[in-house]
C-alpha cells in the first residue's frame, strides 16, 4: 500500500511564504506524476499544480503561476510546493496526489489527508 504525508501547512500573512511537502511511502514501483489540488470550503477540488516525473514537466492553474512552485526529490519520493506571495483566497485545505504503481498492475492514483493553508489579510 502508498501513503502520501503531507506537511508544512499553517497560518501565514498575506505576502508570506509557506513550503508544503508530500512524501510517499510504501511499495513503489514507478511515479507518474504527483502534484497539490486544493479545495475551498464548499467548493470542488480544483488543481495548484503537478510534476511530471519521467519529462520533469509542470502544469499550475492560472491563479497561482509566478507565485507557486512545484518540485521534487526523487530520492525521497517527495514533492514540494513553494508557495510566496500568498494571499488570502488561497486559503483552503491543500491535498496531494500521486499516480503510483504500486504492485502489479497500472497506476493508481493515491491521496493525502490534506494540510490546511490560512492567509490572513
Known amino acids: 500500500q502508498v501513503q502520501l504525508v503531507e506537511s508544512g501547512g499553517g497560518l501565514v500573512q498575506a505576502g508570506g511564504s509557506l513550503r508544503l511537502s508530500c512524501a510517499a511511502s510504501?511499495?513503489?514501483?514507478?511515479?507518474?506524476?504527483m502534484g497539490w489540488y486544493r479545495r475551498f470550503p464548499g467548493k470542488q477540488l480544483e488543481l495548484v499544480a503537478r510534476?511530471?516525473?519521467?519529462?520533469?514537466?509542470?502544469t499550475y492553474a492560472d491563479s497561482v503561476k509566478g507565485r507557486f512552485t512545484i518540485s521534487r526529490d526523487t530520492v525521497k519520493n517527495t514533492v514540494y510546493l513553494q508557495m510566496n506571495s500568498l494571499k488570502p483566497e488561497d486559503t483552503a485545505v491543500y491535498y496531494c496526489?500521486?499516480?503510483?504503481?504500486?504492485?502489479?498492475?497500472?497506476?493508481?492514483?493515491?491521496w493525502g489527508q490534506g494540510t490546511q493553508v490560512t492567509v490572513s489579510s
Open positions: 496526489n500521486g499516480a503510483i504503481r504500486s504492485q502489479g498492475g497500472g497506476y493508481s492514483t493515491f
Open positions: 510504501g511499495i513503489i514501483f514507478s511515479i507518474n506524476d
Open positions: 510534476y511530471f516525473m519521467t519529462t520533469g514537466g509542470t
